[in-house]
């Protein structure tokens, strides 16, 4: 009984990591990994092995600084300024609350452009600035599903097995 309880809230916490990909205010890759771990605390969990915890663990610590550091990064690499970087932060909050889930990727594209544009840069080409913003947003979302769906896949392998 409370082994069933564990694993279907690892479960969960696989899924609600899935959607933490999207979503940014629930950490995705963190919350599957919690949920993988959870699954070797049961009898099911033999199908996880003590390496592929520190293994899945590390890319999930590793993915999780990388979204925060990859828009930055890109904004930056594309031209854009300090303005362009704060810009796209606040306009993925706005986009994730006003706009649903398109919001979520159009909020950092035209936050790094107003951004650009109110900080008016000499130099900076603001539309390539969000264009960077938006390919560091996509690059961040593309590596925490990549993790969070092999934390899934390894989680639905082992209660199948």
Request: hydrophobic residues 55%; charged residues 5%.
């Amino acid at each position: 009984m409370m082994s069933a309880a564990i694993i279907v809230a690892g479960a969960a916490l696989v899924l609600l990591g899935l959607v933490g990909c999207i979503v940014p205010v629930l950490p995705g890759p963190p919350l599957g990994w919690v949920g993988l771990l959870m699954l070797r605390a049961t009898p099911l969990g033999d199908g996880v092995s003590t390496d592929m915890l520190v293994g899945t663990g590390v890319m999930a610590a590793l993915v999780t600084v990388a979204d925060y550091v990859l828009p930055l990064w890109t904004t930056r690499r594309f031209g854009g300024s300090k303005w362009g970087v704060w810009g796209a932060t606040i306009g993925l909050l706005l986009g994730l609350f006003i706009f649903p889930p398109l919001g979520i990727i159009a909020g950092p594209f035209v936050g790094a452009l107003v951004g650009e544009l109110a900080g008016r840069a000499d130099g900076v080409n603001p539309w390539r600035s969000a264009l960077g913003s938006f390919v560091g947003f996509l690059l961040g979302t593309g590596l925490k599903l990549a993790v969070s769906g092999y934390i899934a896949y390894a989680f639905a392998q082992a209660v199948i097995n």
